[in-house]
């Protein structure tokens, strides 16, 4: 019921937001939705972790921990970006730079992207995951042309176009999956796509087939999660979107993007062995880490220096389960989890500087930390964070993922994996203590002191605050029976379970 | 697959995806827009034809229900609504391709050889309608191809689509039965939702750029 539930509660949000015209009522409409879907999505994870698995509507819809783990991030994710939103589009407003029918969207619209994203991790069967996939970019893309400027409808053709040739493959390679299975299922093709199914009979796959699936698979999933060389969307994408939509892209669907290549991952590895798809995603993996670097080196745009730095995490996340063994799957799912909960306010941060200074090139900006001062310094703490530095989290899970390249016996994927990620560690510092740090800067007529500047963004730091808590307090502590989903969650990736 | 039947079904099935194959090369080489879109009908036409080959071999009541949604859709409605968009924005009929006719259907032929040779391992199991899966890879290939030639924004959804039909294709052909109905369904819906989606935008980039032409969409870079 509580999966039903959790599906429903966005979906209705969604419809009311079509009738309702007063902004207050959208704000709340979305903080209540999205408020509710965190709770439920808690239920759920405790559910998972005593009972394993749930299902629902005669097993359309089955958590296990890997599901009920996605879950909870794309709805952290989702309540922090509603509330940023609150504050983030008042003050657009009051620039006048965004209509009352654009808001609307905008609030009518996400709660239908949260719902396509809730849906993928929690289909059971392959083809409904395929198509609350494809339902993402759908639903986001009118979201991605927000702002209605012509660079913001260039974003969105790249990203619609890409993603839904990317995701066309995808489709092929689930068909093909499905068909390497009929050999063994034979007619029983009612549930004969469901993952659940297919995993206790992968090892009779058809292999030849399951070879050309899996690859498909790959390509099409890796461009949503933007892998190299499928890549290209997400600079421009994540530039022209409005700051919620792209955490939102950001930090939760990128999850529901890797978890798409996690379960075909299983299914490869039961019927292939570990070999075959663990050199494919090893080899994009690192290749997306490779790339990324030195476009964050010469970035000269802090909102698409994120894009590049989600694609160097995306390849982090795709190599971890690419090398695989336990440790590899354990750092996989750590990964997705510390990425999730502070790459949120890396964007909620540029989001602030964009607004106050007007601009997002990062040489048009200096001494936020003295104009914004909790802006300023929360960015520094969230570049660290984001480049795994420690004590953060991040730095936990990416020397998890080393020691399984070693382990796996990986010398030179590890070795590039360092240089990776020393040159975006140094990319990042570079630009942000620039920009961060450095002498006054106020922007043309605006010499009101620090103080009340601040306070013109105080629903912003409302949801900063909830992020950085959770990232901070994450980082040092997994209460047990969390710590116990994820473990889980690394068993079912690392076909254990 | 012993009853006598199935040979004239396999038969029949090589033969409308040949027929699907060869209407895609047709829409490569096809200047004019209006006719690129009948086109595209007629091969969804025989997509549905396919299905209903298949739902009739196999007694599967699933898939029909695939070929009526396939016309219904593919071949009625899409048609008609990116018929209606041509006309409403009276855009220039000529396509305008980077690469004319004749390069073309050279880069075709070799990526239909690609298709045989990417499909050649899976082929060997010999099972219904196994010639379709080097088919349906190379609609993928060829889609691709006319995606990246065109410079329209209409005709990058019309290939869109054709890429769609070779999924299509492979998914009614190889797995007998058909995919479950609530995939179908869903994977039909996705489509058509898809290419409304695309409608509201090719119209606001013709709306802010005055032209539909996406080689003008390059402001974006680095």
Request: with cysteine; hydrophobic share 55%.
């Given at each position: 019921m509580t999966l039903i539930f959790l599906l429903v509660l966005p979906l209705a949000a969604s419809l009311l937001c079509l009738v309702i015209r007063s902004r207050a009522w959208l704000e709340r409409l979305n903080l209540i939705a999205f408020s509710g879907v965190m709770a439920l999505a808690f239920k759920i994870g405790m559910d998972v972790s005593r009972d394993r698995v749930i299902s629902a509507m005669n097993g359309l819809l089955r958590a296990d921990a890997l599901s009920a783990f996605v879950v909870c991030l794309v709805a952290f994710v989702a309540v922090a970006c509603s509330i940023y939103a609150v504050g983030y589009f008042r003050r657009d407003e009051r620039a006048g730079t965004i209509s009352g029918a654009q808001l609307r969207r905008y609030y009518g619209l996400t709660p239908l992207f949260v719902f396509t994203m809730l849906l993928v991790p929690l289909a059971d069967s392959l083809g409904v995951m395929w198509v609350a996939t494809e339902g993402t970019t759908l639903a986001s893309v009118l979201l991605v042309t927000f702002y209605n400027r012509k660079t913001s409808f260039e974003a969105g053709w790249k990203y619609i176009i890409i993603g839904s040739v990317g995701i066309s493959l995808a489709l092929f390679g689930t068909i093909i999956t499905y068909y390497s299975a009929v050999v063994v299922l034979g007619q029983e093709t009612h549930h004969g796509m469901n993952w659940s199914e297919l995993v206790g009979v992968?090892?009779?796959?058809?292999?030849s087939s399951m070879r050309l699936a899996f690859v498909f698979v790959l390509v099409g999933y890796g461009t949503k999660a933007g892998l190299v060389p499928m890549h290209t969307w997400k600079p421009d994408a994540y530039e022209q979107a409005p700051v919620p939509t792209a955490a939102l892209l950001g930090a939760g669907f990128i999850n529901c993007a890797v978890y798409g290549i996690a379960r075909f991952n299983v299914l490869a590895a039961k019927c292939l062995g570990p070999e075959f798809s663990g050199k494919l995603l090893v080899g994009f993996g690192v290749a997306s880490i490779l790339v990324a670097a030195p476009f964050i080196l010469a970035q000269r745009n802090f909102r698409r220096t994120l894009a590049y730095s989600s694609i160097d995490h995306a390849g982090i996340m795709v190599a971890a389960l690419g090398f695989g063994g336990k440790l590899g799957a354990l750092g996989a799912v750590l990964h997705m989890l510390f990425h999730g909960v502070t790459k949120p306010l890396m964007f909620f941060c540029a989001g602030n500087v964009q607004q106050h200074?007007?601009?997002?090139y990062f040489w048009k900006v200096r001494g936020v930390i003295q104009t914004l001062p909790w802006t300023g310094g929360l960015f520094l703490m969230a570049t660290l964070a984001v480049t795994g530095t420690?004590?953060?989290?991040l730095f936990q899970s990416e020397f998890k993922i080393l020691s399984a390249a070693l382990a796996a016996g990986h010398p030179w994927a590890a070795f590039l994996f360092i240089a990776g990620v020393v040159a975006v560690f140094a990319g990042f510092l570079v630009h942000m203590a620039k920009m961060n740090l450095g002498s006054k800067q106020f922007v043309s007529g605006e010499m009101a002191p620090a103080a009340s500047l601040e306070t013109g963004f105080r629903w912003q730091y409302g949801a900063m605050a909830l992020v950085t808590m959770f990232a901070t307090s994450l980082s040092f502590w997994l209460p047990g029976p969390f710590y116990n989903l994820l473990e889980q969650a690394a068993g079912i990736i690392g076909g254990t379970q | 697959m012993n009853l006598p039947g199935t040979q004239i079904g396999e038969q029949l099935i090589t033969l409308f995806a040949a027929g699907m194959l060869v209407l895609q090369l047709l829409l490569v080489v096809q200047p004019m827009l209006l006719t690129n879109i009948r086109l595209f009908a007629l091969q969804s036409l025989l997509l549905a034809g396919i299905a209903a080959i298949v739902a009739w071999f196999n007694n599967a009541t699933d898939v029909y229900i695939v070929a009526v949604l396939t016309v219904i859709?593919?071949?009625?409605f899409l048609p008609w609504l990116l018929d209606r968009q041509v006309r409403r924005i009276r855009i220039v009929q000529e396509i305008d391709p980077f690469l004319g006719a004749p390069a073309s259907m050279l880069i075709c032929g070799a990526l239909t050889l690609l298709g045989y040779v990417v499909a050649r391992p899976v082929t060997l199991?010999?099972?219904?309608?196994?010639?379709t899966l080097a088919i349906a890879i190379t609609l993928l290939l060829t889609g691709f191809y006319l995606m990246i030639n065109r410079r329209k924004a209409l005709t990058q959804v019309l290939a869109l689509l054709t890429v769609e039909n070779g999924v299509m294709l492979a998914a009614v052909a190889l797995?007998?039965?058909?995919?479950p109905l609530v995939v179908e369904l869903g994977i039909f819906f996705d489509v058509m939702v898809a290419v409304m989606v695309l409608g509201i935008l090719v119209y606001r980039i013709r709306e802010s750029f005055d032209s539909m032409d996406t080689s003008k969409l390059s402001k974006l870079r680095g």
């Amino acid at each position: 019921m509580t999966l039903i539930f959790l599906l429903v509660l966005p979906l209705a949000a969604s419809l009311l937001c079509l009738v309702i015209r007063s902004r207050a009522w959208l704000e709340r409409l979305n903080l209540i939705a999205f408020s509710g879907v965190m709770a439920l999505a808690f239920k759920i994870g405790m559910d998972v972790s005593r009972d394993r698995v749930i299902s629902a509507m005669n097993g359309l819809l089955r958590a296990d921990a890997l599901s009920a783990f996605v879950v909870c991030l794309v709805a952290f994710v989702a309540v922090a970006c509603s509330i940023y939103a609150v504050g983030y589009f008042r003050r657009d407003e009051r620039a006048g730079t965004i209509s009352g029918a654009q808001l609307r969207r905008y609030y009518g619209l996400t709660p239908l992207f949260v719902f396509t994203m809730l849906l993928v991790p929690l289909a059971d069967s392959l083809g409904v995951m395929w198509v609350a996939t494809e339902g993402t970019t759908l639903a986001s893309v009118l979201l991605v042309t927000f702002y209605n400027r012509k660079t913001s409808f260039e974003a969105g053709w790249k990203y619609i176009i890409i993603g839904s040739v990317g995701i066309s493959l995808a489709l092929f390679g689930t068909i093909i999956t499905y068909y390497s299975a009929v050999v063994v299922l034979g007619q029983e093709t009612h549930h004969g796509m469901n993952w659940s199914e297919l995993v206790g009979v992968a090892h009779r796959f058809d292999k030849s087939s399951m070879r050309l699936a899996f690859v498909f698979v790959l390509v099409g999933y890796g461009t949503k999660a933007g892998l190299v060389p499928m890549h290209t969307w997400k600079p421009d994408a994540y530039e022209q979107a409005p700051v919620p939509t792209a955490a939102l892209l950001g930090a939760g669907f990128i999850n529901c993007a890797v978890y798409g290549i996690a379960r075909f991952n299983v299914l490869a590895a039961k019927c292939l062995g570990p070999e075959f798809s663990g050199k494919l995603l090893v080899g994009f993996g690192v290749a997306s880490i490779l790339v990324a670097a030195p476009f964050i080196l010469a970035q000269r745009n802090f909102r698409r220096t994120l894009a590049y730095s989600s694609i160097d995490h995306a390849g982090i996340m795709v190599a971890a389960l690419g090398f695989g063994g336990k440790l590899g799957a354990l750092g996989a799912v750590l990964h997705m989890l510390f990425h999730g909960v502070t790459k949120p306010l890396m964007f909620f941060c540029a989001g602030n500087v964009q607004q106050h200074f007007g601009t997002s090139y990062f040489w048009k900006v200096r001494g936020v930390i003295q104009t914004l001062p909790w802006t300023g310094g929360l960015f520094l703490m969230a570049t660290l964070a984001v480049t795994g530095t420690p004590p953060f989290g991040l730095f936990q899970s990416e020397f998890k993922i080393l020691s399984a390249a070693l382990a796996a016996g990986h010398p030179w994927a590890a070795f590039l994996f360092i240089a990776g990620v020393v040159a975006v560690f140094a990319g990042f510092l570079v630009h942000m203590a620039k920009m961060n740090l450095g002498s006054k800067q106020f922007v043309s007529g605006e010499m009101a002191p620090a103080a009340s500047l601040e306070t013109g963004f105080r629903w912003q730091y409302g949801a900063m605050a909830l992020v950085t808590m959770f990232a901070t307090s994450l980082s040092f502590w997994l209460p047990g029976p969390f710590y116990n989903l994820l473990e889980q969650a690394a068993g079912i990736i690392g076909g254990t379970q | 697959m012993n009853l006598p039947g199935t040979q004239i079904g396999e038969q029949l099935i090589t033969l409308f995806a040949a027929g699907m194959l060869v209407l895609q090369l047709l829409l490569v080489v096809q200047p004019m827009l209006l006719t690129n879109i009948r086109l595209f009908a007629l091969q969804s036409l025989l997509l549905a034809g396919i299905a209903a080959i298949v739902a009739w071999f196999n007694n599967a009541t699933d898939v029909y229900i695939v070929a009526v949604l396939t016309v219904i859709g593919k071949v009625i409605f899409l048609p008609w609504l990116l018929d209606r968009q041509v006309r409403r924005i009276r855009i220039v009929q000529e396509i305008d391709p980077f690469l004319g006719a004749p390069a073309s259907m050279l880069i075709c032929g070799a990526l239909t050889l690609l298709g045989y040779v990417v499909a050649r391992p899976v082929t060997l199991l010999g099972r219904l309608g196994n010639n379709t899966l080097a088919i349906a890879i190379t609609l993928l290939l060829t889609g691709f191809y006319l995606m990246i030639n065109r410079r329209k924004a209409l005709t990058q959804v019309l290939a869109l689509l054709t890429v769609e039909n070779g999924v299509m294709l492979a998914a009614v052909a190889l797995t007998t039965y058909g995919m479950p109905l609530v995939v179908e369904l869903g994977i039909f819906f996705d489509v058509m939702v898809a290419v409304m989606v695309l409608g509201i935008l090719v119209y606001r980039i013709r709306e802010s750029f005055d032209s539909m032409d996406t080689s003008k969409l390059s402001k974006l870079r680095g």
